[in-house]
């Protein structure tokens, strides 16, 4: 069974940093990309980018360019969204995807407030 | 960064009627398009893949046409559980770009 398993909710301050997670199975994890998509009620859904779990090549939405990044950790089977220095804009929810666009994450609410 | 326009905003329908979604692209995208639905609380459910092709068990019911610019999502007779909200979304060219989405609602 194909699933794609996120981290529960994350509360932070404005100037903190989060990682996120998506853990995959059922499915070839370096065979294709794993994209991220954010999800608010001003801007909707908002694709971030991709990356590539097998060689960890990256492609970001230039909205999203220099401001989280993504990682993948082959032997977990697991990708990650990192930021370094969280604003209230980052307020959403974030979704994993696997190539296809047919199986997503459940979803990980990101709220940052001070 | 391609502007994809869904139409109407929301769509008010009775259960058994049919509905017409419309999603427009700003530049051409070929059939490099999905269809989504969402209920809250939840992901989104594809639909639709390659402009007309439905995803794995979704119900016959649900229909997409069109390529280039002008796309549709025809849901023939609308069933309770299909009220929610739909998205389309290209992925043609870089960056992939989603409407903002058909609000079904029941009449």
């Known amino acids: 069974e194909v699933q794609l398993v996120q981290s529960g909710a994350e509360m932070r301050k404005p100037g903190e940093s989060l990682k996120i997670s998506c853990q995959v199975s059922?499915?070839?994890?370096?065979?294709?990309?794993i994209g991220w998509v954010r999800q608010t009620p001003d801007k909707g859904l908002e694709w971030m980018g991709i990356i590539y779990p097998a060689d960890s090549d990256t492609r970001y939405s230039p909205s999203f360019q220099g401001q989280v990044t993504f990682s993948a950790d082959r032997s977990i089977n697991t990708a990650y969204l990192q930021w370094t220095t969280l604003r209230a804009s980052d307020t959403a929810i974030y979704y994993c995807v696997r190539r296809g666009y047919d199986f997503w994450g459940q979803g990980t609410l990101v709220t940052v407030s001070s | 960064e391609i502007v994809m326009t869904q139409s109407p905003g929301t769509l008010t329908v009775s259960p058994g009627e049919r509905a017409t979604l419309s999603c427009r692209a700003s530049q051409r995208v070929s059939s490099s398009l999905v269809w989504y639905q969402q209920k809250p609380g939840q992901a989104p459910r594809l639909l639709i893949y390659?402009?007309?092709t439905r995803a794995t068990g979704v119900p016959a019911r649900f229909s997409g046409s069109g390529s280039g610019t002008e796309f549709t999502l025809t849901i023939s007779s609308l069933q309770p559980e299909d009220f929610a909200v739909y998205y389309c979304?290209?992925?043609?060219?870089?960056?992939?770009?989603f409407g903002h989405g058909t609000k079904v609602e029941i009449k």
């Open positions: 979304q290209q992925y043609n060219n870089w960056p992939q770009t």
């Open positions: 059922g499915f070839s994890f370096t065979s294709s990309w």
């Open positions: 390659g402009a007309s």
